[in-house]
Antibody
Framework: EVKLVESGGGLVKPGGSLRLSCAAS????????MNWVRQAPGKGLEWVSS????????FYADSVKGRFTISRDNARDSLSLQMNSLRAEDTAFYYC??????????????WGQGILVTVSS | DIQMTQSPSTLSASVGDRVTITCRAS??????LAWYQQKPGKPPRLLIY???TLVSGVPSRFSGSGSGTEFTLTITSLQPDDFASYYC?????????FGQGTKVEIK
């Protein structure tokens, strides 16, 4: 069974930092591009960042470029998102999301349960 | 970025109704479109990819169509479990974008 479990969320002050982690299991993590997608409470979905299966290719939404860093550890089947210079508008549920193992840019076939990040003073 | 526009934003329907949700892309995306269902407090669930391919295990009352810039999600004979929010998403390029969502409510 595919499982994606996020951790590391919580309350942080504006300008602060937080690191999210995602533990993957039930599939060959090495074969899949991975992503972070967020959703502000009561709002729609926003793609945040993606990383290719090998970690070679990395992309960010303009809204987080220069502040967030995505990374992965294929030996530990884990995905991370380092979030710096956090703003109130970064408050959202953050989902760890998998793409199918077809390569290229793709849709999202499995989602974690999500973790809440709240940026407030 | 490619903008995705969904309509309507909210839809009131009854059990048994046929429901259609439309998604329009700001530029052509071939058939690189997915549909997701989301219930309150849960992550989105993939329903359809490549505009019309149904994910295994998704009921056949769900169907998708379209290509280029115009797409539709149709639910024939709406069931109680289908009351939820639905999102389209383009994956024509790395900057994946979603529609703003359609909430299907009980009439």
């Amino acid at each position: 069974e595919v499982k994606l479990v996020e951790s590391g969320g919580g309350l942080v002050k504006p300008g602060g930092s937080l690191r999210l982690s995602c533990a993957a299991s039930g599939f060959n993590f090495n074969n899949h591009n991975m992503n972070w997608v967020r959703q502000a409470p009561g709002k729609g979905l926003e793609w945040v960042s993606s990383i290719s299966s090998s970690g070679t290719y990395i992309f960010y939404a303009d809204s987080v470029k220069g502040r967030f860093t995505i990374s992965r550890d294929n030996a530990r089947d884990s995905l991370s998102l380092q979030m710096n210079s956090l703003r109130a508008e970064d408050t959202a549920f953050y989902y760890c999301v998998r793409e199918p193992d077809y390569g290229g840019t793709d849709y999202f076939d499995y989602w974690g349960q999500g973790i809440l990040v709240t940026v407030s003073s | 970025d490619i903008q995705m526009t969904q309509s309507p934003s909210t839809l009131s329907a009854s059990v048994g109704d046929r429901v259609t949700i439309t998604c329009r892309a700001s530029e052509t995306i071939s058939n690189w479109l997915a549909w997701y269902q989301q219930k309150p407090g849960k992550p989105p669930r993939l329903l359809i990819y490549r505009a019309s391919t149904l994910v295994s295990g998704v009921p056949s009352r769900f169907s998708g169509s379209g290509s280029g810039t115009e797409f539709t999600l149709t639910i024939t004979s709406l069931q109680p479990d289908d009351f939820a929010s639905y999102y389209c998403q383009q994956y024509d390029n790395y900057s994946r974008t979603f529609g703003q969502g359609t909430k299907v409510e009980i009439k």
